[in-house]
């Protein structure tokens, strides 16, 4: 089946700093890919995805970047705020019927004001 | 528009009882997930239904059973509750089944086995 990795497990950066957190993915197949930020109490919550097909996406302070040849995919956020920390977790996804999603074991991000 | 809401929130059980778990979705999403989180194991997938029917399982044991009725609210059963059965289980929503649509997280039920 699919195995994620995802680095580092705690990013600890100043305001204002970038943080970049990489995951890695074994199944080929996989092809939909998103980022969520979990709160404490909360229940994650999708910030930005990617699929196959696509190199890069942006939204605003948050980027992810996605190389299906090396099968590793980043999130990049600028500018980073206090209230960016927060655990995240990035996933991969097949498609089709069976599209059992895997998850990365997570980063607590910790933005120091 | 309300977001996926889950009950109980909190929920304490002794090794060996059984338990069940509801979830009512976003109104007219269709598919229903199940995930259970723990510190050791992370965020793993238990199983999806769509239109009242199990669409994909992930691998944990029988005593993890689920149901989904025909206004989309899923419900999860545990039986014979372990103590490793302690986690916090969440449930999300999408429009439809498969690999193309995102999906909406509830705030989770927080499952202590004594």
Request: charged fraction near 20%.
């Amino acid at each position: 089946g699919e195995n994620v990795e995802q680095h580092p497990s705690t990013l600890s950066v100043q305001e204002g700093d970038s943080a970049v957190i990489k995951c890695t993915y074994s199944d080929s197949a996989s092809n939909y890919f998103p980022w969520y930020k979990q709160e404490l109490g909360k229940g994650p919550q999708l910030i930005i995805d990617i699929r196959s097909n696509v190199g890069e996406k942006k939204d605003q302070r948050i980027a992810v970047t996605l190389n299906k040849t090396a099968k590793h995919f980043s999130l990049h956020i600028t500018e980073t705020q206090p209230e960016d920390s927060a655990v995240y977790f990035c996933a991969a996804r097949g498609a089709g019927g069976s599209y059992i999603p895997t998850f990365g074991r997570g980063t607590s991000l910790i933005v120091h004001p | 528009k309300a977001g996926v809401t889950q009950t109980p929130r909190y929920l304490i059980k002794t090794r060996g009882q059984q338990v069940t778990l509801s979830c009512s979705p976003i109104s007219g999403h269709r598919s229903v997930s199940w995930y259970q989180q723990t510190p050791g194991q992370g965020l793993q997938f238990l199983f999806e239904y769509f239109s009242e029917t199990q669409r994909n399982k992930g691998n944990f044991p029988g005593r993890f059973s689920g149901r989904q009725f025909s206004n989309s609210r899923s419900e999860m059963n545990v039986s014979t509750l372990e103590l490793g059965d302690s986690a916090l289980y969440l449930c999300a929503s999408s429009w439809t089944s498969g690999a193309r649509d995102e999906q909406f997280f509830g705030p989770g039920t927080r499952l202590t086995v004594l």
